[in-house]
């Protein structure tokens, strides 16, 4: 919490300047009507939250050519993008990514042979990150068999039971969802506040790879 803290630095004019542990830094206006109204989910969660999103928009909207950036940087999110240069941005740490699927797999599942390769450098990839206390992302295709889980999204990996062999996910839209039938890949899992339980090796079948801070 002091880390985020010692981020926002308020500004004379009700602006602030948000400073990324990486080096960047930006200087924000304050919030307009819009942008509030917009940020509203945040509920009493103050505006740290809406101001670090338009700060990260701002700091991608640079990086961009002239003629590609966005007159309002925070329309970029919705657009998408990759969980490395934000874990970077947010750390100041090289970001790491492990692919499930092949090029040639981004659409179906992956085959036997292929989860089996892969399988144990995600389980110790994932169990040494979690021991270290370092972020680690999920990715999905665009198309998800899965009910309850949504395709072309990103997720966070929160905890992983190695007793079990089961990940902690979290989706940040902060979903609900119960599983019409026993828990699995065919109905899905059960999700309250976006959390679930996945053993890995359903993992392997519905996420696309991993993203993770390096040390």
Request: aromatic letters at 6%; hydrophobic letters at 35%.
């Amino acid at each position: 919490a002091e880390a985020v803290r010692k981020m926002f630095a308020p500004l004379e004019d009700g602006g602030c300047e948000v400073r990324f542990p990486g080096g960047k830094s930006v200087r924000l206006a304050p919030l307009t009507d819009a942008e509030l109204a917009m940020s509203s989910t945040a509920g009493d969660d103050g505006l740290w939250l809406p101001m670090l999103e338009k700060a990260f928009a701002t700091v991608r909207n640079e990086s961009r050519p002239a003629e590609k950036r966005k007159d309002v940087p925070t329309d970029l999110i919705a657009r998408g993008g990759a969980a490395g240069p934000c874990i970077e941005l947010l750390t100041g740490k090289r970001a790491k990514s492990l692919a499930v699927r092949r090029k040639s797999e981004r659409d179906r599942e992956p085959d036997d042979e292929r989860i089996r390769e892969v399988l144990p450098q995600l389980r110790e990839a994932i169990k040494a990150a979690v021991k270290d206390r370092r972020l680690i992302c999920c990715g999905t295709p665009k198309e998800v068999a899965t009910p309850g889980i949504a395709g072309k999204h990103m997720y966070a990996v929160l905890g992983y039971d190695e007793e079990k062999d089961l990940v902690d996910v979290w989706n940040p839209w902060g979903n609900s969802f119960k599983p019409k039938g026993d828990s699995g890949l065919k109905n899905g899992y059960r999700t309250k506040g976006g959390r679930f339980s996945v053993p890995l090796d359903d993992f392997v079948r519905v996420f696309g790879g991993i993203t993770f801070e390096c040390e």
